[in-house]
C-alpha cells in the first residue's frame, strides 16, 4: 500500500481505483484486492479498465470532493477503445465492459446497458468461462495463481450472468447465456479474500459452505455471502420472465405460435401446468408455478440478514488503506444486505404486473384481423395513456413492462400485493435511514420507479371512488370508504416520500430521464390530489 500511496501511482488513477473499492467492490467483487492493487503499482492494469472505473465514481468524487469529472466524456472513450479490444478480450477488458455496463443501468440507460450486458455474456461464452467446471475441478495441488484466475473467472462470470438476467426481464428476451450450458460453481474463497493487506486467501482451494449460520457470517465477515445471496436471486430472475413467457404462449393457440414448439423437444424444458380448472383464466394464481415463484421470491427475501440488526455492529469511514478488514467487511455486509431486499421490490412487481386480462386474454381471432393484437394495458382515464409517456417508456422497456406500469386492470389479488410491497419499502426504508442512498447500487432506480407507478395509480383508483360516492353512485359502505379515504392518505405520503428519495438519487444516479417520466404521469398533481381528497369528510 506504500506504493499504492507513493509516485508510482499517479494521483488519478489511485483516486478512481480507491473511490470504486469504496462505493462499488461490494457490489462488483470480482478483482482480489491485494493482487489488484500490487497490478495497479506495477502498471499492469488495462487503462480501458482503470478509465471504467473512474466514469462509474466521477460523480461519487464530485461529492465527496467537490473535483468535476467529466463522466459523458470518459464514457466515450471508454466505449471508443472497447472497439478495438473485441477481437482478443483479456479479463481486464471483460471486467471493463461489466463495469461500464453496470454504471449505464445505474444512469438509467437501459437500452445500452442491455446492449452492453449481452456483450458480457458473449464475450464469457466465447472465452468459455460458461464452462469452467464441467471437465475440471479445483485440485488440492493447485498453485495460488492458478486457482486465484479460476475464481476471478467465476466471479466476473456470475456477475455478467446477474446482468444479464436482469436485463433479460426488462428487455423481455432470453439470456444470452442458456440455462441449459451453465457449469460455473459458485466463488468459493474464505473472508481473507477481502482483506487488501492479505496477499493471498489463507486456504486453497475453497468451496461456498451454504450451512454457514447468520451468526458465523456476522462474526467473521463473511462478504462473499452477499455475493451467493445475489447469484441466488439470478435464478428466481430467470424463472419469473420463463414462467411470464410459458403463460403467455400457452394461453395462445399452438398454431399461432408453432417456432416454440421445438424448444420442448430439443431443450427439454419442462412443459408449464395447465391450471387446475376448466374455467377462463381470470388470474394468473391459477397457474401453480405463478404462486409459487411468488413464494421463493418472498422466501428469498425472509432468509437475508436484517440490514437493521447490524446498526451496532457496522462502521463507516474506514480508511482504504484498512480495506477489507473486519470492520470494513462488515460496513460493506450491511450495504449489500440493504440493496438485496431492495431488489425483491421490482422482480415482484414485474411478476404482478402481467396479472391482468391485458397481458393474459388468449387470442381468438384469426390472423390479419384487427382483433388478433393483445389488449392494450387498461387505464383509468385518458391522460395515464398520454402518447408522451408511451413514448417515454418504450424508449427503455418493452411492451410486456411498459403495458404493466401504466394498466389498472391488474387483478385485484395481485394488485393489493403491489401496493403492500410499495408501504412495506418505505418502512424498510426507514428503518435504515442513516444508510446514505450515496451507497446504493443501480438497482435502487428501478425500484423505485415501479413503487411510485403502483402508488399513483393507487390514488387515482382511490380518488375515483371517492369522486363516486360524492355522486351517489358508490356502490361502497360508508365504513368501506372510510378505509379508502385512509388508504389515499397513506398511499400520498408513500408517493411524497418516494419521490423524494428518487431526486435524492439524482446526486450520484443520472435520474432525471426517469424523473421526467414521472413528471409527466403528472406526479405532482396526484400527489397534491391526494392531500385534498384525503381530507375531504365522507
Same mark, same amino acid.
Given at each position: 500500500m506504500r506504493r499504492f500511496?507513493?509516485?508510482?501511482?499517479?494521483?488519478?488513477?489511485?483516486?478512481?481505483?480507491?473511490?470504486?473499492?469504496?462505493?462499488?467492490?461490494?457490489?462488483?467483487?470480482?478483482?482480489?484486492?491485494?493482487?489488484?492493487?500490487?497490478?495497479?503499482?506495477?502498471?499492469?492494469?488495462?487503462?480501458?479498465?482503470?478509465?471504467?472505473?473512474?466514469?462509474?465514481?466521477?460523480?461519487?468524487?464530485?461529492?465527496?470532493?467537490?473535483?468535476?469529472?467529466?463522466?459523458?466524456?470518459?464514457?466515450?472513450?471508454v466505449q471508443e477503445r472497447m472497439l478495438l479490444g473485441l477481437d482478443n478480450p483479456s479479463m481486464d477488458y471483460v471486467r471493463a465492459v461489466v463495469v461500464i455496463a453496470s454504471l449505464f443501468g445505474g444512469e438509467c440507460?437501459?437500452?445500452?446497458?442491455?446492449?452492453?450486458?449481452?456483450?458480457?455474456?458473449?464475450?464469457?461464452?466465447?472465452?468459455?468461462?460458461?464452462?469452467?467446471?464441467?471437465?475440471?475441478?479445483?485440485?488440492?495441488?493447485?498453485?495460488?495463481?492458478?486457482?486465484l484466475t479460476l475464481e476471478l473467472k467465476r466471479r466476473t462470470f456470475w456477475v455478467v450472468y446477474e446482468n444479464d438476467s436482469y436485463q433479460s426481464m426488462l428487455s423481455d428476451r432470453q439470456m444470452t447465456v442458456s440455462e441449459m450450458r451453465l457449469f460455473v460453481s459458485a466463488p468459493g474463497s474464505n473472508h481473507t479474500w477481502d482483506d487488501v493487506s492479505m496477499p493471498q486467501v489463507s486456504q486453497w482451494p475453497t468451496r461456498f459452505d451454504k450451512t454457514m449460520s447468520k451468526e458465523e457470517i456476522l462474526r467473521t465477515g463473511w462478504l462473499l455471502?452477499?455475493?451467493?445471496?445475489?447469484?441466488?436471486?439470478?435464478?428466481l430472475i430467470s424463472r419469473v420472465?420463463?414462467?411470464?413467457?410459458?403463460?403467455?404462449?400457452?394461453?395462445?393457440?399452438?398454431?399461432?405460435?408453432?417456432?416454440?414448439?421445438?424448444?420442448?423437444?430439443?431443450?427439454?424444458?419442462?412443459?408449464?401446468?395447465?391450471?387446475?380448472?376448466?374455467?377462463? %383464466?381470470?388470474?394468473?394464481?391459477?397457474?401453480?408455478?405463478?404462486?409459487? !415463484? /411468488?413464494? @421463493? +421470491?418472498?422466501e428469498w427475501r425472509g432468509n437475508l440478514i436484517r440490514a437493521e440488526d447490524m446498526k451496532d455492529i457496522w462502521q463507516p469511514g474506514?480508511?482504504?488503506?484498512?480495506?477489507?478488514?473486519?470492520?470494513?467487511?462488515?460496513?460493506?455486509?450491511?450495504?449489500?444486505?440493504?440493496?438485496?431486499?431492495?431488489?425483491?421490490?421490482p422482480i415482484l412487481h414485474c411478476l404482478h404486473f402481467s396479472n391482468r386480462p391485458s397481458y393474459f386474454k388468449p387470442r381468438t381471432a384469426q390472423s390479419g384481423d384487427s382483433k388478433t393484437s393483445p389488449e392494450p394495458a387498461k387505464s383509468i382515464d385518458g391522460a395515464i395513456e398520454d402518447k408522451i409517456i408511451r413514448e417515454l417508456l418504450e424508449s427503455a422497456?418493452?411492451?410486456?413492462?411498459?403495458?404493466?406500469?401504466?394498466?389498472?386492470? %391488474?387483478?385485484?389479488?395481485?394488485?393489493?400485493?403491489?401496493?403492500?410491497? !410499495? /408501504?412495506? @419499502? +418505505?418502512?424498510?426504508?426507514?428503518?435504515?435511514?442513516?444508510i446514505p442512498l450515496d451507497r446504493c447500487d443501480q438497482t435502487m432506480p428501478f425500484c423505485l420507479l415501479t413503487s411510485i407507478t403502483v402508488m399513483i395509480r393507487q390514488i387515482r383508483m382511490c380518488r375515483k371512488k371517492i369522486i363516486e360516492s360524492e355522486g351517489g353512485n358508490?356502490?361502497?359502505?360508508?365504513?368501506?370508504?372510510?378505509?379508502?379515504?385512509?388508504?389515499?392518505?397513506?398511499?400520498?405520503?408513500?408517493?411524497r416520500f418516494l419521490w423524494n428519495r428518487l431526486q435524492d438519487l439524482g446526486v450520484m444516479w443520472r435520474v432525471d430521464g426517469i424523473e421526467h417520466l414521472l413528471r409527466s404521469m403528472q406526479i405532482e398533481e396526484v400527489a397534491n390530489a391526494a392531500d385534498l381528497f384525503s381530507s375531504m369528510a365522507i
Open positions: 500511496y507513493s509516485d508510482e501511482v499517479s494521483e488519478e488513477t489511485r483516486e478512481s481505483v480507491s473511490f470504486y473499492f469504496d462505493y462499488y467492490y461490494a457490489i462488483c467483487p470480482i478483482f482480489h484486492p491485494a493482487t489488484f492493487i500490487r497490478r495497479v503499482v506495477e502498471g499492469e492494469v488495462d487503462q480501458l479498465l482503470i478509465d471504467s472505473m473512474r466514469a462509474s465514481v466521477a460523480r461519487a468524487i464530485t461529492k465527496r470532493t467537490g473535483k468535476k469529472v467529466d463522466v459523458d466524456q470518459i464514457i466515450s472513450c440507460k437501459f437500452i445500452t446497458y442491455n446492449s452492453l450486458s449481452c456483450l458480457a455474456g458473449s464475450l464469457v461464452s466465447r472465452l468459455g468461462w460458461h464452462t469452467i467446471d464441467l471437465d475440471s475441478s479445483d485440485s488440492a495441488d493447485m498453485s495460488w495463481e492458478d486457482w455471502h452477499t455475493f451467493i445471496e445475489s447469484c441466488s436471486f439470478t435464478a420472465n420463463n414462467i411470464l413467457w410459458d403463460i403467455k404462449i400457452g394461453l395462445f393457440s399452438a398454431s399461432a405460435f408453432h417456432c416454440h414448439a421445438p424448444n420442448t423437444k430439443y431443450l427439454k424444458l419442462q412443459p408449464l401446468m395447465t391450471p387446475q380448472t376448466d374455467e377462463p %383464466i381470470k388470474s394468473l394464481f391459477q397457474y401453480p408455478e405463478f404462486a409459487e !415463484v /411468488h413464494r @421463493l +421470491v418472498l474506514i480508511h482504504f488503506s484498512r480495506f477489507g478488514c473486519l470492520e470494513h467487511r462488515l460496513f460493506m455486509m450491511r450495504i449489500r444486505y440493504f440493496c438485496l431486499y431492495t431488489y425483491a421490490v422497456f418493452t411492451d410486456r413492462l411498459n403495458d404493466g406500469l401504466l394498466a389498472y386492470d %391488474i387483478v385485484e389479488d395481485s394488485w393489493t400485493i403491489c401496493v403492500n410491497i !410499495v /408501504h412495506d @419499502l +418505505v418502512e424498510f426504508l426507514n428503518r435504515n435511514s442513516d358508490s356502490v361502497h359502505s360508508a365504513s368501506s370508504l372510510y378505509l379508502i379515504q385512509s388508504e389515499l392518505l397513506r398511499s400520498g405520503s408513500t408517493l
